[in-house]
């Protein structure tokens, strides 16, 4: 994921505004001067290095979208403002409407190598932390520390939330010591 500065935002405000005025041009071509009047619209400045190098891109993408214009599109053809992955003719199957039973396993064991626990499904995860054999807590620190061990290497996160999370943690253990489980989700710890 890219999180862009104000000046970012800006300059990528400046090549949307460049890109859209030389891709609405009926002229074959724009110069740099077009790019240089572009900057006007938005009160910025660049230097005649990054004209320069913004020049090349707008002239190599503006090939690539008169290229598109050389299609014929038919009036019938719906703009692309919708992703389906559906492969045409795809139906999905029809719901039965009976309720889909999560059944947390019984007599699931720690195993005896704790990082064999990241490759458990949330079910065995659930019977674990239902029958007490590891606490939220425990379970959150343990996928904690694997995210600092490989996150460096495999770039998985941006924003870990370790106190939220912990915090959380033992809110979920106090409410099973207290009898309350809210179900196979109860303290497994997740990323989005």
């Known amino acids: 994921m890219i999180f ?14 460049c890109f859209l005025t030389a891709c609405s041009t009926s002229r074959k071509s724009f110069t740099k001067k077009d790019v ?54 795809f139906e999905l ?10 059944e947390v396993p019984e007599a699931i064991q720690l195993p005896e190598d704790i990082n064999e626990l990241a490759f458990y499904p949330i079910p065995k995860l659930a019977s674990l932390i239902r029958s007490k054999k590891i606490s939220c807590v425990a379970l959150t620190n343990f996928f ?9 290497k495999l770039e998985c996160t941006i924003t870990v939330t370790e106190e939220l999370a912990l915090r959380q943690a033992k809110q979920l253990d106090a409410e099973l010591a207290e009898g309350h489980y809210r179900g196979i989700l109860h303290g497994i710890p997740y990323g989005v």
């Open 36 to 89: 240089r009047a572009t900057q006007k619209l938005i009160g910025i400045e660049f230097s005649k290095k990054r004209i320069d190098t913004l020049y090349d891109y707008l002239v190599r993408n503006k090939k690539g979208y008169d290229s598109l214009r050389k299609y014929t599109i038919e009036h019938e053809v719906f703009p692309a403002i919708l992703f389906d992955p559906k492969p045409r003719e």
């Open 144 to 152: 904690l520390e694997r995210l600092k061990k490989y996150s460096p």
């Open 4 to 17: 862009l500065s104000k000046t970012n935002s800006i300059g990528i405000a400046f090549l949307t505004i």
């Open 93 to 102: 199957p029809k719901s039965t409407g009976a309720a889909i039973s999560w």
